[in-house]
């Protein structure tokens, strides 16, 4: 299995990016995908999670209502919006699969792709 995250860059406070993460290597029709970011100094943090079947989503709440989490069946491709974008989410994001619904644990996760920074500036 290979997942691999791309689309970060710097951007200004307020901006948006949109990250793309691209699996491979199996069907994952019964996976649930998440994004996770890590910043310099903290632990990583769970952001966003979608279901392969049903395309059912969770936020975090520091990203809630300006994130989307998103899929595309047929790329097996997973995206993540990110708008209104503050300092704060300066981070490397990562993509990865779970089959377990205790979604925000990391520890869950089976598989993850290489990370895609995201820099903000105020």
């Known amino acids: 299995v290979q997942l691999q995250a791309s689309g970060g860059g710097s951007v200004q406070a307020g901006d948006s990016l949109r990250l793309t993460c691209t699996m491979s290597?199996?069907?994952?029709?019964?996976?649930?995908f998440g994004w996770f970011r890590q910043a310099p100094g903290k632990e990583r943090e769970f952001v966003a999670t979608i279901t392969w079947r049903g395309g059912r989503t969770y936020y975090s709440s520091s990203v809630k209502g300006r994130f989307t989490i998103s899929r595309e069946d047929a790329k097996n491709t997973v995206y993540l919006q990110m708008s209104s974008l503050q300092p704060e989410d300066t981070a490397v994001y990562y993509c990865?699969?779970?089959?377990?619904?205790?979604?925000?644990?990391?520890?869950?996760?089976?598989?993850w792709g290489r990370g895609t920074q995201v820099t903000v500036s105020s």
């Open positions: 990865a699969t779970t089959r377990s619904m205790d979604v925000d644990n990391d520890q869950n996760y089976d598989y």
């Open positions: 290597g199996r069907t994952f029709i019964n996976y649930i």
